[in-house]
């Protein structure tokens, strides 16, 4: 009775054992091992097969059994059938067997059985939509890789509850949200151009070494004292800047220019050398337009030289017709525009941002949170607005009181919500005074909201752009030594051949 009811055991799963024991009568083989050792999928031999008993056809229409990643999953076919447009549906509606390979990876005839190379683990929820109506969201599943599954199986987030959804769209969201900020913030410090860039160009190897020194601080040796004397120049520069404005200074002259003019001359003749370089050397010059940091060099030295075009005209003027009011008029608006355009040099710090990872991660954080920033303007200047009408009312009828008008409360309310408080303009009576304190107390409340924000982004941020920078220096560093070495290499193979 044992041995019978083993054998019977033995006989139900799949095994690729060849024959029973010796001991059982027959020796029968199973049905499954008779023919191959592996079973092949595409076994569309059985097609026709007239060992398929007509209770096993009659059983499997009545279910679809779908072999998901090796497990194998039963779904009633009443339940497929509600959904036509999903991919289990569909194949519980198709009778054109030949088809059936177009919505599954593979199909086993003589089991009636649907192979699918995917997930069995997610395909869980899949077979309970179906038997329940209702899809379930994994929360610990990437969204992205749920989408892509739900996708697969014709099914959408329009299935699933709307607590699910909700929670599953926010998490969605933040995931994408990140997934940008990392595009982007590899954006900020990968290599613009590669090598292939330059090949077709004219004197592609010398632009490409000059490309190097100039933009590539970790490229060679030359390229770190270059930088460092790019640096030099603008700190001097604004020093420079800075110390002209001196009335002492200015006692000091050579050739008519005082010692600060003739520093500010090198150090431009310097960044235009810089400069022309760059624009030379790109392989690609709409690109090299468009970059914000080239911007910030054309700024650091165009003012000079539209100065020196002003004050050239200026002086022509003056010696033709010093007498001519017009002329004398058309100058002082000249001397205007100079000053406009001397104070365009405060820019060339922003040169900085070319090697300054903070200064890199603080415009990211500006421009990731611009929306944020844009709120705090609006509230400071609807403070402002309003803390300044309540203060008019309050002082208008009063003898003494600074404010006049609405706009003259406008510097008192801007220096009240910053919290600065210079005492220039304050109100003299009770109720201005309560209208003071309320809007101090706005502007406390104001002025703390986006400092925690702004400061976890920012350090988020700076965080990220030095671990990235370091592992493209780390990988530049053991490229260069590695070509150093096969340079070395080759030069001792071709000294030791020639010996």
């Known amino acids: 009775l044992y041995t019978?009811?083993?054998?019977?055991?033995?006989?139900?799963?799949r095994s690729t054992i060849n024959c029973l024991s010796k001991g059982v009568e027959d020796n029968k083989t199973f049905p499954f091992s008779q023919e191959k050792t592996v079973k092949a999928w595409t076994s569309l031999q059985y097609l026709d097969s007239p060992n398929i008993k007509a209770e096993e056809i009659s059983k499997e229409q009545q279910s679809i059994s779908v072999n998901v990643g090796g497990k194998v999953f039963h779904i009633p076919n009443q339940c497929a059938i509600k959904y036509p447009h999903t991919r289990i549906g569909s194949l519980a509606l198709c009778r054109d067997r030949a088809k059936l390979l177009t919505l599954c990876d593979d199909y086993s005839v003589r089991k009636n059985e649907f192979f699918f190379d995917r997930d069995p683990a997610f395909f869980h929820h899949i077979c309970h939509f179906y038997t329940s109506g209702v899809l379930w969201v994994i929360l610990e599943m990437c969204p992205i890789n749920f989408e892509e599954e739900i996708k697969y199986w014709g099914l959408s987030l329009k299935d699933t509850q709307?607590?699910?959804?909700?929670?599953?769209?926010?998490?969605?969201?933040?995931?994408?949200?990140?997934?940008?900020?990392?595009?982007?913030?590899?954006a900020e410090i990968e290599v613009k151009y590669d090598d292939k860039f330059f090949k077709d160009m004219v004197f592609g190897n010398m632009r490409k070494t000059l490309w190097d020194i100039v933009e590539n601080p970790y490229s060679?040796?030359?390229?770190?004292?270059?930088?460092?004397?790019?640096?030099?120049?603008?700190?001097?520069?604004?020093?420079?800047?800075?110390?002209?404005t001196v009335e002492e200074l200015k006692?000091?002259?050579?050739?008519g220019k005082t010692y600060m003019e003739w520093v500010e001359?090198?150090?431009?003749?310097?960044?235009?050398?810089?400069?022309?370089?760059?624009?030379?050397?790109?392989?690609?010059?709409?690109?090299?337009?468009?970059?914000?940091?080239?911007?910030?060099?054309?700024?650091?030295?165009?003012?000079?030289?539209?100065?020196?075009?002003?004050?050239?005209?200026?002086?022509?003027?003056?010696?033709?017709?010093?007498?001519?009011?017009?002329?004398?008029?058309?100058?002082?608006?000249?001397?205007?525009?100079?000053?406009?355009?001397?104070?365009l040099r405060i820019f060339r710090i922003l040169k900085l941002a070319r090697q300054s990872t903070g200064m890199k991660a603080f415009g990211f954080t500006l421009r990731q949170c611009y929306e944020q920033a844009s709120c705090i303007l609006l509230f400071?200047?609807?403070?402002?607005?309003?803390?300044?009408?309540?203060?008019?009312?309050?002082?208008?009828?009063?003898?003494?009181?600074?404010?006049?008008?609405?706009?003259?409360?406008?510097?008192?309310?801007?220096?009240?919500?910053?919290t600065v408080g210079y005492g220039d303009v304050v109100p003299v009576t009770v109720v201005g005074r309560i209208v003071a304190f309320g809007c101090i107390s706005f502007g406390i409340i104001l002025n703390?909201?986006?400092?925690?924000?702004?400061?976890?982004?920012?350090?988020?941020?700076?965080?990220?752009?030095?671990?990235?920078?370091?592992?493209?220096?780390?990988?530049?560093?053991?490229?260069?030594?590695?070509?150093?070495?096969?340079?070395?290499?080759?030069?001792?193979?071709?000294?030791?051949?020639?010996?």
Request: glycine share 2%.
């Open 251 to 255: 006692d000091y002259k050579i050739n």
């Open 162 to 186: 709307r607590c699910c959804c909700i929670m599953f769209e926010e998490k969605a969201d933040e995931v994408k949200d990140y997934l940008k900020v990392e595009r982007e913030l590899l």
């Open 448 to 499: 703390g909201m986006p400092i925690s924000f702004l400061f976890n982004k920012f350090s988020d941020y700076y965080a990220k752009l030095k671990a990235e920078e370091y592992n493209i220096n780390s990988v530049q560093r053991r490229f260069q030594l590695k070509k150093r070495l096969r340079h070395r290499m080759d030069i001792t193979d071709t000294t030791i051949s020639r010996q």
């Open 220 to 244: 060679s040796t030359l390229a770190k004292a270059f930088t460092v004397l790019s640096n030099l120049f603008l700190f001097l520069s604004i020093v420079t800047m800075s110390l002209n």
């Open 4 to 13: 019978y009811i083993f054998y019977r055991c033995l006989q139900k799963r």
């Open 265 to 343: 001359i090198i150090t431009i003749v310097f960044f235009t050398f810089e400069y022309s370089i760059r624009l030379v050397t790109t392989p690609n010059i709409t690109m090299f337009l468009k970059s914000g940091l080239n911007f910030v060099d054309m700024v650091a030295v165009v003012p000079y030289f539209i100065q020196i075009i002003f004050e050239t005209f200026t002086d022509t003027e003056n010696v033709n017709a010093q007498e001519d009011l017009s002329t004398m008029a058309r100058v002082s608006k000249l001397n205007h525009v100079l000053k406009v355009i001397k104070l």
């Open 380 to 418: 400071i200047a609807m403070g402002i607005f309003t803390f300044s009408a309540l203060l008019h009312s309050a002082e208008r009828e009063t003898e003494g009181s600074p404010i006049s008008s609405i706009p003259a409360a406008w510097w008192w309310a801007a220096v009240s919500i910053s």
